[in-house]
């Protein structure tokens, strides 16, 4: 402690710490913090085409355009595009949650699911059966243990396809444990999304294995020769034997996990667009009746007038959008006409 005093009693420190006094003094924090939070926001993506007074919510995927809840009431009013034609618009994508290769316990996501399937179906359907004693109850008390019972049998299989996911995860790096010449063949892992992707993942995992565990025994020797000489060009060679059984069947065994995480990325897929719909049509719900009940509707057929109405915007701001949106759309128009005249020539050349 008395060593301490005397350090900040010196005249070296006690000059550097009147420096540092004076540069805090004229700099403001604040400004430059929300000044640094502003610089690093996506502006690109949270402002809306067309009109960009409010801010994007909405993704129209086949105009390719992010759009603000008045734009989507504007484009709906006057009857431009559907509501199923509208999803919700996200600013940032969290992909790397999805693809987040690293190495994790094989027992994490499987006592996850089947602590929630054990829930579902010993705690959850017995309540539910509880609650449906009444006669007046007991048709929707059933319904809901049954409904119940599915989800914990769904956890519970969504645990055992993980815990065997996880595991042949384990078995492809498990070459680069022993391995001390490994080449680590670190392949970009396919972002499963739908049923698709997953079938693309399984035949890149099924090709991998085949190739990495015959070309291994070229590269882990040269790996080898260039650490330790010949000795490792041995080494290398002898560490690459066991790859030729172990690639092949860990990457066989993990075409077979692909394909089940293809399966579940589709169910979810399906399920998240439910809810997006629901979303979506409450979001769209929710305009300002106030201002609607303020607009003299002396022309309702025009197509301003009733997106004005449903949107909240001026009449004129209505009609400046949808002829940019009449734009956009004849130029797509035009591009597709001139696609089908390619494909058409093409298939005259060809025939």
């Known amino acids: ?97 999805k693809t987040d290769d690293r190495l994790s316990l094989p027992f994490d996501n499987f006592m996850r699911h089947e602590q929630k399937a054990i829930r579902s179906l010993f705690v959850s359907a017995p309540e539910a059966l509880k609650r449906g004693g009444n006669e007046k109850l007991f048709t929707k008390g059933v319904r809901d243990s049954g409904q119940c019972i599915m989800n914990g049998i769904g956890h519970a299989s969504t645990g055992c396809l993980a815990f065997y996911g996880e595991i042949n995860d384990t078995l492809e790096r498990l070459p680069n444990v022993y391995n001390r010449y490994s080449y680590a063949e670190q392949h970009e892992r396919t972002q499963v999304t739908n049923f698709r992707s997953g079938v693309k993942a399984a035949g890149n995992s099924f090709w991998y294995g085949a190739t990495d565990g015959i070309t291994g025994l070229v590269k882990n020797p040269h790996a080898g020769y260039q650490r330790d000489g010949m000795r490792g060009v041995a080494t290398g060679a002898a560490l690459a034997i ?67 109405s449903e949107s909240g915007l001026t009449i004129d701001v209505c009609r400046t959008i949808l002829e940019a949106f009449d734009k956009i759309q004849t130029e797509r128009n035009e591009m597709n006409e001139k696609r089908i005249e390619r494909q058409r020539s093409y298939s005259t050349t060809d025939s």
């Open 1 to 97: 402690m008395i060593a301490s005093f005397k350090f900040v009693h010196q005249n070296e420190v006690r000059e550097a710490a009147e420096l540092l006094r004076l540069a805090s003094e004229n700099e403001n924090g604040c400004e430059r913090a929300v000044q640094s939070f502003h610089s690093r926001l996506p502006l690109h993506k949270m402002q809306s085409d067309l009109h960009s007074d409010f801010g994007a919510c909405f993704y129209l995927k086949d105009y390719n355009l992010q759009i603000s809840r008045p734009v989507v009431q504007v484009l709906l009013a006057a009857e431009k595009i559907k509501d199923s034609q509208i999803t919700l618009h996200s600013t940032y994508a969290w992909h790397r949650l």
């Open 242 to 308: 066991p790859n030729l059984v172990l690639k092949p069947i860990a990457g066989t065994l993990a075409s077979i996990t692909w394909i089940g995480r293809g399966v579940y990325a589709q169910a979810t897929q399906l399920s998240e667009k439910k809810q997006n719909k629901r979303v979506v049509q409450l979001k769209l719900n929710s305009s300002n009746e106030l201002h609607r009940s303020m607009i003299d509707l002396t022309d309702e057929k025009a197509p301003e007038v009733r997106a004005s």
